[in-house]
């Protein structure tokens, strides 16, 4: 009996989410071969020898990783700056692309990565939102496509970390574009996961009519030298009328909350009430549906529009909270960004 063909993957990034996935792509992906992994943090080289497969190669250089590793797909787990330039270069090399979100920190960027990936739609590209991959979230999915919660009207999340001793995240807000690009980016995501953004509009270019966003440098007072904040509260009004509220913060002494409520008329569902439980099962699927999506050309349930309308909600949101103003959408589909400050993180 032939062995099952398995997708070739290079992983570029060893961090501590790159980390995580090596494990998962070396060890508990039945239809994966981790080949290669490319590393630039100190340190990640004695970690690798010990904990990867001795048939994993290693290289520095994410090119010549790439190019040279017999890598049919990569998976892209740096830092956010790097995301686009490796996005292109693993689909100018004919590779499939897995990147972990976002795709930029700015919209323009992010609109140039998704027109080179629509150039290439013999390669699969895939921005997992790792919520959408969670089991209790697709059980809530589930109930609202079989109607039993009702006509669902509004979604509200939660997300807040655990307060950071080390304050890590002042010095990573000066690239990560901020609060609701950065951490909100997946409330938004789950928000138009649930209330079905596409359906019921006059204009389809336009799922959104308008949002506002507040916020407070509540124990952080630095971040708004980035025009950030530690604790955030957002507010999208969809063009069908449906409404998503979120608060997200990283002030959280005493635990951690990630809680998605989803309003029906006839009932409500709240997810991952207890955010005390620690999954990883999403960072299982998404590689699993990227992988059976390029080995047997399936289509991925989570697209790059999707990316890209959560992350013209984040930018509209941040641009909100450092405003002072709301923020309406036009006819394109697009935020109405009274000044350059939209692009500036
Ligand atoms: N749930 C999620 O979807 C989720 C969760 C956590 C992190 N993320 C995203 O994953 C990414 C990585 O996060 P992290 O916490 O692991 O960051 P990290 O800072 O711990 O690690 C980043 C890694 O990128 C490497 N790197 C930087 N530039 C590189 C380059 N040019 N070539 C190769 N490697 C390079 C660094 O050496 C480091 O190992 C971020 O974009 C973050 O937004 C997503």
């Not at 649930?194 to 440098?217: C, E, F, I, W």
């Amino acid at each position: 009996m032939s062995t099952p063909r398995r997708l070739k993957i290079a992983l570029i990034g060893l961090g501590r989410l790159g980390a995580i996935r090596a494990s998962i792509l070396a060890f508990q992906q039945p239809r994966i071969e981790l080949v290669a992994a490319c590393y630039t943090k100190p340190g990640s080289d004695e970690w690798a020898a010990a904990n990867l497969p001795p048939s994993v190669k290693y290289y520095a250089d994410p090119e010549d990783c790439m190019k040279n590793s017999g890598a049919e797909a990569v998976l892209i787990s740096t830092v956010t700056a790097t995301h686009a330039p490796l996005i292109c270069m693993g689909l100018d090399l004919g590779l499939h692309v897995m990147c972990e979100k976002p795709i930029s920190v700015d919209l323009i960027t992010t609109a140039e990565v998704l027109a080179k990936a629509r150039s290439n739609p013999h390669l699969k590209f895939l921005v997992p939102f790792c919520r959408r991959y969670d089991d209790s979230y697709r059980a809530a999915k589930e109930m609202v496509e079989n109607r039993s919660l009702g006509e669902i009207h509004a979604v509200q999340t939660t997300c807040i970390d655990q307060q950071d001793p080390t304050g890590f995240f002042i010095s990573f807000s000066a690239q990560s574009g901020g609060i609701f690009v950065d951490m909100g980016v997946h409330d938004i995501d789950i928000g138009r996961y649930y209330l079905d953004v596409t359906s019921g509009l006059a204009n389809p270019k336009k799922q959104v009519n308008r949002v506002v966003a507040m916020g407070q440098q509540a124990v952080y007072g630095e971040l708004a030298k980035y025009g950030d904040c530690d604790n955030g509260w957002g507010m999208v009004e969809f063009a069908n009328g449906k409404v998503l509220t979120s608060h997200l913060g990283r002030t959280l002494t005493n635990g951690f909350e990630s809680c998605t409520r989803v309003c029906g008329t006839k009932a409500h569902s709240v997810i991952n009430g207890n955010s005390t439980i620690n999954r990883v099962e999403s960072f299982l699927n998404d590689l699993a549906e990227f992988s059976a999506s390029v080995l047997d050309d399936k289509p991925l349930t989570c697209t790059p529009d999707d990316a890209y309308e959560a992350a013209k909600i984040a930018t509209a949101l941040q641009y909100s909270f450092r405003n002072g103003v709301p923020v309406y959408f036009d006819d394109e589909g697009l935020p109405i960004l009274e000044t350059s400050k939209a692009n500036v993180v």
